[in-house]
Structures are given as C-alpha cells and as structure tokens.
C-alpha cells in the first residue's frame, strides 16, 4: 500500500488527469443527490452510453424524489424497460417513497439514513454521500477494485470478505478527503477508461509510477480469475397471439394476479415483469403450450388454433442460458386470458417488459408464412 510521502504525488497526479480528461456526462453536470442516486442505480452492471438515454428520459418524466414516489411501479418500470436488473427499479421507487415519508423528500445526508434506504449498499451510499455532500467515504466496486489490485498486487480472489476488506481499507486510505466527490469519481474513471480489465494502458496512466503491478510486469494478470460458476441451460416455449389488428396479449408480472406455482417459474425468469405465455419445456414444446394455455382458462372463440414456430431466441443472464421457442398464434380475435392485456405486438413497450421478452416478440414478428405449422 502506497504510504506517507508518496500519497500526496499519487492524489494530485490523479486528480489533475480526472479534471483534464474526464468524460462529460449528464450526472457529472449536478450534485443533486438525486440525480446522483439515480445514476448510480442504474449504472450497476451496466455500461455508460446504454445508461445515458434511459437517466434522461427517467428524469424528465421524473425530475423529483416526489414525482418518483407518487408515481405507478407500473409506469416506472416501462421507463426502466430494456435496462435490465429490475428489481433496481422497484428499490428505487420504494427508496423515493420512504425518503418522502421519513425525510420529507429531502435526500438524507447521514451514513446510516442512507443505508437504511432499500437498494443503496456500501458502494451507493459512499459514492452519493462523497460525490453530491462530500462527506468523506471512499467508494470500492469491482473497477476501483481492479485499479487497486494492480497498484498493490493484491493477488487472490477479490470478492473473498478478507480480500474486500482489504481492499476497502485501502480505498479509505488512499481517499483525498479535501475532495472526496471528485477523487471517488477519479478512481472510478481511471479504472473505467485506462486500467481496463483486459488491456490496461499503462503508458497513459497518470499514476503508473506508483503502480507494483506495472513495475512487475504482471499487471494485465490482476486480478487473478475467479471460478466460472457452471452455466444452467433453461428451454422454454411462448405462446404469441396475434390478430388481425397486429395486437397480442401479455401477461402482468405474478403479484398482480393470482398464480399457480408453475406458472411463476417463467415470470421470474423475465424479471416479473409482463410477459407472453411461457412454460419450460422438454419434448414436445406445441402439446406443453397447449396445456398451458389450457391451465390459464384461455377462452378462445377461433376454433383450432396453429403455432407457427418462429426463430429460437438466446438469452444470457448471469449463469443462466436461456432458450426460448416462439410460437406466433394468428387469430381473428385474441382469446381472453384473466389479467392479460391487449397491447400491439410491435410495440409491446407501452407496458414495462423485458429484453428477452422483446427478443420474442421481434422473433415472432418475423415469423414467415412458409414456416412450419402446428
Ligand atoms: S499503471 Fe497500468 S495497471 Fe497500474 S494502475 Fe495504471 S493502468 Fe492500471
């Protein structure tokens, strides 16, 4: 760890690169906390130029911590739509709610208000507290955690509780506390932008000479690489009507409606959020569509229905691979199912759905007549 005489050079070499070259982004323009939550939240897992359109249509619609605490989950899901991970969403809003109750829509200041908030972990609490109040805590994620790794040559499993704490208390050393807010940020985007996970620049970087795993020459092997968690491989078969008028049916997310627990395997996979008909299949995936539709008391006035197989759809999410068999059911009127919805199936977004639910729906669209029919 880098110690007494060295900090100071180490602190200022990093900061005056952040003030140079730091990217110009919409929630570096404020230090509202709530636009600072916000961006935070939804730049867990993932990547800045998809977060950029979802923060500033989510802040037009909702430019307060009122306007979000008052809205419908509903309504703040479809604005969360494509975004993935959402239960992020849900935490936000509840976090907007007990923030209005208890803190009169005021965001808190205090280290343990913030904690108590759902959603805001160790990470989020220390980047909004040091980035929007300056109060000084150091931020540790997975890429502050890489930088420091290399710095220090931290071998091992980084996620291990030892390692982390480890880490933390580095991070909590190594922070400027005259500015907190600016240095969290720095750290964040040195290992965002140059000490990348698999090609660091090392000839750009501003602190390389107080960097151990450059001096070593093993600084691309930091971290060391964690188990792979086995992949689970999951097939499914969905059931997409469409009439005549190009609308389909969804269903809402299981807490809406009062489900089997068979049913709710699927929705949990789409993120229990609206979804077509779908049902885990092995073997015949029509005949298992079929009883499923069966089990929802689907009411149909169209005779026989055809299943008309579109293209599998591949979905990755964590260690799962999903693979989804479409079926596009053409009628003259969609049947009844209790709790769906009739929404147009290119453009099932007006209700909040998933990217693998979207993945479907394209696949069902361009589901061709000379496909097979069933
Ligand atoms: S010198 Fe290289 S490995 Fe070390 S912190 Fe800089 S970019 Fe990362």
Do not use: N
């Given at each position: 760890m880098l110690k007494g005489q060295e900090l100071t050079p180490f602190r200022k070499q990093l900061l005056a690169w952040f003030r140079q070259f730091q990217r110009d982004l919409p929630?570096?323009?404020?230090?509202?906390p709530y636009r600072v939550w916000l961006s935070e939240i939804m730049l867990q897992q993932t990547r800045v130029a998809v977060v950029i359109p979802y923060y500033e249509r989510f802040l037009e619609r909702f430019p307060t911590v009122h306007a979000l605490a008052a809205a419908s989950e509903k309504e703040v899901l479809r604005l969360w739509?494509?975004?993935?991970?959402y239960s992020r969403a849900r935490y936000l809003q509840k976090a907007a709610q007990q923030i209005v109750a208890q803190h009169g829509g005021e965001f808190p200041s205090r280290l343990e208000d913030v904690r108590a908030l759902?959603?805001?972990g160790a990470y989020t609490a220390a980047a909004i507290l040091s980035i929007?109040?300056?109060?000084?805590h150091a931020v540790l994620d997975g890429n502050v955690a890489r930088v420091l790794a290399r710095l220090g040559t931290t071998r091992g499993d980084l996620r291990s509780s030892g390692r982390w704490q480890e880490l933390q208390e580095c991070a909590d050393a190594y922070l400027d506390t005259k500015s907190p807010g600016e240095w969290n940020q720095a750290m964040m985007e040195l290992g965002a932008?140059?000490?990348?996970?698999?090609?660091?620049q090392c000839l750009l970087c501003p602190v390389a000479q107080f960097c151990e795993g450059r001096k070593l020459g093993i600084a691309e092997l930091l971290p060391e690489k964690r188990k792979k968690r086995a992949t689970v491989e999951i097939h499914l078969a969905a059931a997409v009507f469409a009439d005549e008028d190009g609308r389909t049916l969804l269903l809402p997310p299981p807490e809406e409606r009062n489900t089997e627990p068979l049913v709710d395997y699927v929705p949990t996979l789409a993120s229990n959020l609206w979804h077509f008909p779908t049902i885990p299949v092995a073997g015949d995936a029509v005949a298992k569509l079929r009883t499923h539709l069966r089990r929802l008391q689907v009411q149909n006035q169209n005779g026989n229905l055809n299943f008309i197989a579109a293209d599998k759809v591949r979905h990755t999410v964590t260690h799962r691979a999903i693979t989804v068999e479409p079926f596009r059911i053409s009628v003259k009127k969609l049947p009844r199912i209790k709790g769906a919805e009739r929404v147009p199936l290119s453009e099932i977004t007006v209700l909040p759905v998933s990217n693998l639910t979207r993945k479907v729906a394209r696949a069902a669209l361009s589901a061709s007549s000379s496909a097979k029919n069933r």
């Open positions: 929630w570096r323009r404020t230090r509202d739509s494509g975004l993935g991970y759902p959603g805001i929007a109040f300056e109060e000084k932008t140059v000490c990348t996970p698999k090609s660091p």
